[in-house]
């Protein structure tokens, strides 16, 4: 124990949470929140908090505990996008992440209803059930890209759930179109992974369809987001333009050999700051929609 309570293990630990990507999670369930209605109040402030660093600790921690063997061949692993979690930390990465979720857990469940229960234990389901053994579900080719996607729709949709309300239909068609982008953004990250997945083993959509039949479904996937989003009323469907860099990154890479397939890491790279840029696009955007005399 003394080894994992050490700073050198507790900065391990917290890195393999994936800072960098925090506010993906934690942003959906915030707005999610906002948008139905919810205001500044404990439900805000504990969703947030849950998952802006105990939910993505859970999901990423869970996922270097049980793939260390084909993070060991992947290149990519050593820095912002994941370490390779030290074996002599597995066992406390798995305590860690449960007991820092469950008062969080226990405190939603508390505050909510039975839809937003339903929905939060649905969603923890799906993150352990990604890289958990037996289950397993980043394994399961398009499943995996599914399950993937559930991981940042579903906080948006436990936040929606939580104020009580109903879902509309401009709330249905956003999140499938939440949907369709993440399902897109998670088969992307696993074109680059096809190699070293494939040395280890590993099954995913990339794996199975091969890079350029994959990186067509991308950006399909991204082009049936911004349809849905087209169908929104008024300003909201301008957020279709957001979909359009992330099919024009991919486009280069749509007849990517699978020997080639590593190039798709700075398609990659390119998401993450994409990412960045649409997240605060459409944030101003929303901010300027709230304010007195914006038209709605």
């Given amino acids: 124990m003394t080894t994992a309570l050490a700073p050198g293990a507790v900065l391990r630990l917290l890195a ?146 939580m104020t009580g309300g109903g879902i509309d239909r401009t709330a249905l068609v956003v999140l499938a179109a939440f949907l369709a982008w993440g399902m897109a953004s998670h088969a992307l990250g696993a074109v680059q992974d096809v190699l070293a997945d494939r040395s280890a083993g590993i099954g995913s959509v990339a794996t199975a369809l091969g890079a350029r039949w994959t990186v067509r479904g991308v950006i399909a996937l991204y082009l049936v987001a911004g349809a849905l989003l087209v169908t929104l009323p008024g300003p909201l469907r301008l957020t279709a333009l957001l979909v359009l860099p992330y099919a024009l990154s991919a486009w280069p890479l749509r007849s990517l050999p699978d020997a080639e397939s590593p190039r798709a890491h700075a398609a990659w790279r390119r998401f993450l700051v994409l990412n960045l840029l649409s997240g605060a696009a459409l944030t101003i955007g929303l901010l300027i929609a709230a304010l007195p005399g914006s038209g709605r």
């Fill in 16 to 161: 393999s949470s994936r800072p960098l990507s925090w506010v993906n999670t934690a942003y959906p369930f915030a707005l999610g929140y906002l948008a139905g209605g919810g205001g500044v109040d404990a439900v805000l402030a504990v969703g947030t908090l849950f998952f802006l660093f105990p939910y993505n600790l859970l999901m990423y921690g869970v996922n270097d505990v049980f793939d260390h063997e084909s993070d060991l061949r992947n290149p990519r692993k050593g820095g912002v996008e994941g370490i390779v979690l030290d074996p002599g930390l597995h066992r406390t990465m798995l305590w860690a992440a449960g007991l820092v979720c469950v008062p969080f857990v226990l405190a939603l469940l508390a505050l909510g209803n039975p839809w937003s229960s339903l929905a939060l234990v649905v969603v923890l389901a799906a993150v352990v059930g990604y890289s958990a053994p037996r289950v397993r579900l980043k394994e399961r080719p398009v499943l995996d890209s599914l399950t993937s996607s559930v991981h940042f729709v579903g906080p948006a949709l436990v936040g929606l759930l």
